[in-house]
């Protein structure tokens, strides 16, 4: 169970030094790419959460909202302090981006994690169809 957070944080902080890296060539283009490859990190961190979680593996997924969202502010803090204007600064603007991406990363979670946990759900259901009685057309018998 660790473990799998464990991989979805990991993979959440390297999507963060992929962005920041190219939030620092400090052109239109790196700031658009940085956002984007951010959220495909957030995306994929709850897709391997809830691929690799043994259990509760859309609840596992979408906890990947809240650590995305904590980056999410100390990415807007870094970008603050890197000299880029931001829309929310300061400590109050934190809480407000925290709680505005609380939601959307909440969302991206979902999609990782339904994604994710698909095969196990699909697996569960041919097993319960696999050992109903053979010739019986009644879903209870």
């Known amino acids: 169970m660790l473990r799998a957070i464990g991989l979805g944080i990991g993979i ?3 999507g963060q030094a992929v962005g920041i890296a190219f939030l620092c060539t400090k ?3 790196g700031v658009t790419v940085s956002a984007w490859v951010i959220w495909a990190a957030t995306v994929a961190a ?3 959460t809830a691929r690799a979680a043994p259990r509760w593996k859309i609840a596992q997924g979408l906890f ?3 650590p995305a969202s ?3 502010v100390l990415f807007n803090m870094g970008s603050e302090w890197l000299g ?3 829309d929310f600064p300061g400590v109050q603007g934190s809480l407000i981006v925290f709680k505005f991406s609380l939601g959307w990363n909440a969302l991206l979670s979902a999609l990782g994690a339904g994604e994710g946990s698909y ?3 699909k697996q569960k259901i041919w097993s319960m169809l696999i050992k109903r009685k053979r010739g ?3 879903v209870g018998e």
């Open 27 to 29: 052109s239109n283009v």
């Open 12 to 14: 959440l902080a390297a």
């Open 64 to 66: 990947m909202a809240v």
């Open 70 to 72: 904590v980056l999410g």
């Open 119 to 121: 095969p196990a759900a």
């Open 84 to 86: 880029f204007g931001t």
């Open 46 to 48: 709850a897709f391997v």
């Open 136 to 138: 019986s057309t009644a």
